[in-house]
């Protein structure tokens, strides 16, 4: 069994997804996903995931190119196979926290349940998983745009689910890459370094985006429907300027959570 599971999105696009719910349940997503885009010139991943198996491998069987990173925030299950590129860049506001070995022991304990070990790689060792942090080599900007030769993207800042986070749009293809700003599931804004009303206001930023036509988020499914940033937008105002009722959760996350169907929407208590 594969540990990475690739799909073609369209052409020199590819999916490359890790079943995280297998292997941490609790914050209610199903796969963390990173995206592998191809250039004439050169090829990024957006997002490295969590680094259990070798993801430059399955690069390899794709494309030739040379390979970078591009991380839309810091977090470990983003990050976790950066050490294997020699390249890889971030925002500014995060270029000190992406170079810092992240606390994973709860992943550790949670790789310990029946249901982990059984979709884990075979020469994979939980006791030992770390993410080892490699500072990033390129610091981004709003606005940066990053050409592959005969394809760019454009980046946005997003901050609100992290201080740095950011987005990548391929305007001429319409596909967006929203990381943890934008997927359908449970969306969080209530963590340590996260601000609500700065996540509102990006949501809100990339619901006024012309000709958006697919959105790649950071975990669970591609959405293709129309008018969707626009309802996600919807959903996190109301959450954020009180007009929702939202419920406290005490538990592995803690936050006040507001639902919207499959969507819900995570603030502080």
Request: one cysteine or more.
């Amino acid at each position: 069994m594969n540990w990475h599971t690739t799909v073609q999105v369209e052409k020199n696009v590819y999916r490359i997804s890790e079943p995280f719910s297998a292997v941490e349940p609790r914050f209610g997503v199903t796969t963390v996903n990173t995206y592998l885009v191809i250039g004439q010139e050169r090829a990024v991943l957006i997002d490295s995931g969590m680094g259990i198996a070798n993801v430059a491998a399955e690069i390899g069987k794709i494309t030739n190119q040379p390979c970078s990173v591009l991380n839309t925030h810091y977090h470990w299950d983003h990050i976790g196979a950066n050490s294997l590129f020699s390249e890889s860049a971030i925002h500014e506001n995060e270029v000190e926290l992406v170079g810092q070995e992240p606390d994973v022991s709860f992943v550790r304990e949670a790789m310990q349940s029946s249901t982990a070990r059984a979709v884990l790689p075979s020469h994979f060792d939980p006791t030992e998983y770390r993410v080892v942090p490699k500072p990033a080599t390129h610091i981004l900007h709003n606005n940066d745009k990053i050409d592959l030769g005969n394809r760019v993207l454009r980046v946005l800042h997003t901050p609100g689910h992290s201080p740095g986070h950011v987005v990548y749009l391929d305007e001429a293809s319409g596909i967006l890459f929203t990381g943890d700003t934008a997927y359908i599931g449970p969306l969080y804004a209530c963590f340590e370094r996260s601000n609500p009303v700065d996540f509102a206001q990006s949501v809100k930023r990339l619901s006024r985006l012309p000709s958006v036509r697919m959105i790649c988020p950071g975990h669970n499914d591609l959405i293709t429907a129309q008018g969707w940033l626009n309802e996600l937008a919807e959903c996190v105002a109301a959450a954020v300027n009180g007009k929702a009722a939202g419920q406290l959760r005490e538990g592995f996350v803690v936050g006040q959570e507001f639902r919207f169907g499959a969507l819900s929407v995570w603030l502080p208590q």
